[in-house]
Each structure stands twice: as C-alpha cells, then as structure tokens.
C-alpha cells in the first residue's frame, strides 16, 4: 500500500484529540424548548398582515397562510392523524404546498413530500417504506394518489387541499403539543446507489439548523428577508427556504421550474421580487453566471447566496465576487440525514487557498474526521467525515439495517449516535474542513488510494475550469483508468488541464483520458450524474 494506510492505534497527543473534540465542534447553544410549530404560530400572531409567501401573483398574509394549515391540520385530526403518523403531501410548489406542509407539522405528523409527476412504483415504495396511510392532494395528483393507493395493502385517506380551503371551517390553531424529539419530516434520498431510503429528522435538528443558517447568515427578524423557493419539493433544501423566512416574519417567494430553466426570466424573478436571500446548487451558479456576465444586472437586494449539494468550484467564487463583490457566497456542506446542512463557510471574497472548503460545524454539532476503524484521524490527514449532535437524523424509517450502518454510537460521546457521511475530509490549518468526495469514490489505481474529490478540486483550482468531473473506467480484473471531464473558457484545452494536472498532484492521479465537454450532464437534483459520464464524449487528450 504505497499510502501506508495500516491500521492505526490512536497517535494523537491528548491536545489534538481535545482540539477535534470540543475545538472543532460548533459552539454550544442552548434549544429552546420549542418546535418550529411554536415559533411560527407566534409570527402569525406578530404579524399577520405581513406577506408570508408568493408566487406570481398570488400573496398571502400570515394570517391567511395560518388558518389555511390549520384548517388542513384540523382536518388531518378529524382524519385520525397521531402524533409522528406519517402524512404524503403530493402537490406541486405552491403556496397551497408550503400551507399543507405546515397543516401536517401543526397535526403533529410527519411531513413526506412526494412529487406528482414522480412513477407511481416510486411512490408506492416511497408510501410503503414509511407506512403512509394519509396523502394530501390536489386536483393534477389525484390519479397518481389513487394508482399508487390500488397497490397498496390498505388504501390510503386521501384528502383534497383544495375541498379543505373550499368547506372553510376551523381556523384557530389546533393546539397539538409538538415536542423538539419528535419526528418532523422524512426526504427519500434519491437512490444513485441500491433503493431509495428515507431519513427521517427530528424537530431539534430542524429547527437547529433553521436558526444556524438565519444567525450565521446574517437574516434577521422583521428586517423584510425574502427567500426564493426553487428546490425542488423531494429534495431537503426546500423545507429551509420556506421555513427560514417563515420564522423571521419574511416572504418566501415561489419560484417556478420553468422560470428557472430560463435564466434570463429567473434573473428578472430575483429583481423584481427583491429576493435577499438565493440558495442554489453549483451547477445553476454556473448558468447564472455565464447569464449575468453577458448581460450584467445589478442586483441590490440580493444580500447572500447559499451553494449547496456538490463541490463549488473556485473559479465561481472568483467569479462571483468579480461581478458582485457585496454579496456574500455560502457553501453549504452536509445530509438529509443531518438535518439538511450541518457545516458552511461563509465568504465575503475569494478565498486565500486556491480551493473552497465547506468551513465549520454548524451550533450544536460535531464534525470528526475519522480513520478505518473510526478513531479520530490526526488534524490534516483524510478520513471518512461523521457528524454528531442535534443533527443527526432519527435513520431510515423501517429500515433497520441501513439505518445501524450509517448511524452508529458516537465513540466519543457514549450514550449519543454519530451519521457516517461516506465523504472524505481533511482539517486545514485553518481549522476549516476539506471535502475530497464521496467513499465510494475512492478507488485504487495500480495499487495507489486515490480519493477522486482530491483530483476534481484540484481541477477546479485551475484557472479557467468551471465544472469537473473525474470517474473511473474499466471492470475489476481489467487495468482502470481515470477518466476526467470538465467545462470551462475557451482556451482551456484538455492538454493544458494535463499539463496543469502534472504540477499539482502525484503522476498516478492523473486522469489517463481527459475530455472537454461543453456542461456536465446533472441529475434531476442538479447534481453530476457520474453514471451518464461514464460512457465518454467528445474529444480527447
Ligand atoms: P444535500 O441536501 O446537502 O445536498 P444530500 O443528502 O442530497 O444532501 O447529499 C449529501 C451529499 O452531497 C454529501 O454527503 C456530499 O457528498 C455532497 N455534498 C453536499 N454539499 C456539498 C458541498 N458543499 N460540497 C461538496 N459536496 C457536497
């Protein structure tokens, strides 16, 4: 093993096991007893004639955005909703969804998005899995709710938003005591790798991140925040960006898919609704901004924008701050199974180094870096990233044996359990984590332990590279190659990238074939399909 990767006795002093330990961790801030349920029941009453959501042309008050979940959550009640029953809210983005996702929270249920244009074999796997026996619906998932429930072992309640708003009725809160260890909601991970599972988060987590991100962000109470909603509804990010704002007394404002697709139009969305605060994946960054250099645009009220979900490259840092050095960029770093995104680092500029790290551990929580046998790994060696704290997810609803693979006792912290993320990370001297790729992207290459984060941030450090990917090609038997893709500026030839990639990383990490592509092929959460890289394209070097 030319790494030398034996096993390992732990060869850290007591200082350095001190400094991971508590030096590392995020600061330490007292929960609240309450639920996001609370805090939102009092912004209703703090300002209800405040604009709570929009989308296009419609707006609603607090007010009327409460007493439309609660008469959802009356109705879930009447319904025979339990406490942690998990309840699907099949609907599109609307604020009719942000209004039944909050019925459901106020019911004391569990939250289970499910998209209406999904399969409906996915769906029934997804209702199945977490034991759904109630969906919320609306007149374009009303086929999709009834083929799945057919192939159900009991068929589902299934109850229309739109009949709830129509019959009127209860619009006082229902008064359902939520407590912060209770579940709150369950996000199918999208399943690249084996069947798709479900994680399931409690409220704390939920609500410890809400304020983390709203704190270290700089959003504040009243101060007329308005947050754009553009995840998608599967995908867990969408839960803050309505959530964030609905907890300070600000909008969130609806984005469409199809506004998105078309950046020019999303680019006028973001003016016109005088949007502070955007959270996006790298890839769109990189849409918005080839967008915004061809056709620059101020934008005075955008005060922070969150990347998340995939490395961000340094080229779009370098970018960003060119065109608009005011605006802070955050790279958002962590898991569904984390309660979204337990680690960031906020810049205000370019970085120092020539790469992005995803910065500290979020309040309450731990961030370790670990060796094989999950002892620390000493400060600056690479190891397998987990996470502690009020972060960590409940697991995989019925599904006990995943769920005891990934979150497993916290060695260090008896009693509490740790989430293995199955990503690579070193500590700088900075105190600020590198994230260098999945586990699983972990490969031998003529017996050399390459981590392929390490080649793609490398790639992404050289000037004019704006989007790199690196896979492996060839079976277990057969000699494997690397096989790097990436987009950038015109003058980056895929032989400057080799050359390039000579200089900074051992000869046995660079990629044997290296193709120009003009963007990366993205998966339905806008991350890289490495799957649909591995056959090649295009020209090589
Ligand atoms: P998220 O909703 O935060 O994207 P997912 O559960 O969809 O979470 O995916 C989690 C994985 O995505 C992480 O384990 C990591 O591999 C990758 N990831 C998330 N954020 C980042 C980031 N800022 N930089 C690099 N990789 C990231």
Redesign the pocket.
């Known amino acids: 093993d030319p790494h030398g990767s034996h096993e390992r006795k732990s060869l850290l002093s007591p200082e350095e096991t001190e400094k991971q330990l508590h030096g590392l961790a995020g600061p330490r801030v007292e929960l609240p007893e309450a639920t996001f349920v609370d805090l939102f029941q009092q912004r209703a009453r703090d300002c209800p004639d405040a604009i709570a959501v929009e989308h296009g042309s419609v707006r609603w008050t607090y007010r009327e955005l409460e007493h439309r979940a609660n008469r959802i959550a009356h109705t879930l009640l009447t319904a025979g909703v339990a406490r942690e029953d998990v309840v699907a809210v099949v609907m599109d983005r609307s604020p009719d969804w942000i209004a039944a996702a909050l019925g459901v929270f106020l019911a004391g249920g569990v939250y289970l998005p499910v998209r209406p244009d999904f399969p409906v074999e996915r769906v029934v796997t997804q209702l199945e899995r977490s034991a759904c026996a109630v969906a919320l619906t609306e007149p374009g998932s009303e086929k999709l709710v009834r083929a799945a429930s057919a192939r159900l072992a009991a068929p589902l309640t299934t109850l229309s938003v739109r009949r709830i708003q129509s019959r009127g009725g209860l619009t006082e809160p229902p008064g359902v005591p939520v407590t912060p260890g209770q579940a709150a909601y369950i996000y199918f991970?999208s399943g690249s790798t084996g069947s798709p599972k479900g994680a399931l988060c409690e409220h704390a987590g939920f609500l410890n991140h809400l304020y983390a991100k709203i704190e270290d962000t700089g959003m504040t109470a009243g101060a007329g925040d308005v947050v754009a909603q553009i995840a998608s509804q599967c995908?867990?990010?969408s839960l803050w960006q309505f959530a964030a704002p609905l907890l300070l007394g600000g909008t969130v404002r609806i984005v469409d898919t199809a506004t998105q697709l078309d950046v020019g139009a999303f680019v006028e969305e973001i003016v016109q609704g005088r949007v502070t605060v955007l959270q996006i994946v790298p890839s769109y960054l990189e849409v918005l901004l080839t967008h915004l250099e061809q056709h620059p645009r101020p934008l005075d009220a955008l005060r922070s924008v969150s990347v998340?979900?995939?490395?961000?490259g340094y080229e779009s840092v370098q970018r960003w701050f060119a065109a608009y050095p005011d605006i802070q960029l955050v790279?958002?770093?962590?898991?569904?199974e984390t309660s979204?995104?337990p680690m960031h680092e906020v810049l205000r500029g370019v970085p120092e180094r020539d790469f992005v790290t995803?910065g500290r551990a979020l309040r309450n929580v731990h961030t370790y870096v670990l060796d094989e046998n999950l002892a620390l790994a000493p400060l600056g060696t690479p190891g397998e990233i987990a996470f502690a704290g009020v972060c960590v997810g409940r697991g995989y609803i019925n599904d006990e044996e995943r769920t005891r693979e990934a979150f497993v006792p916290d060695p260090f912290r008896p009693g509490n359990r740790m989430y293995r993320?199955?990503?690579f990370g070193r500590w700088l001297p900075e105190d600020r984590l590198e994230?260098l790729g999945?586990r699983d992207a972990q490969v031998k290459i003529r017996g050399f332990r390459i981590e392929i984060g390490e080649i793609e941030n490398r790639l992404l450090s050289m000037p004019g590279v704006r989007e790199a990917a690196v896979v492996t090609e060839g079976d277990v038997g057969e000699e494997r190659v690397l096989v790097a893709f990436f987009s950038g500026a015109d003058e980056v030839s895929a032989e400057g990238v080799r050359a390039f990639l000579a200089t900074v990383v051992p000869d046995y990490m660079v990629p044997t074939h290296i193709h120009r592509v003009d963007r990366l092929p993205l998966t339905e959460?806008g991350k890289v399909d490495k799957k649909a890289l591995a056959r090649p394209a295009g020209e090589g070097a």
Not at 308 to 312: F, I, N, S
């Open positions: 991970t995908f867990d990010i998340t979900g995939e490395a961000l790279n958002a770093y962590g898991a569904t979204d995104d995803v993320t199955g990503d994230f999945r959460n």
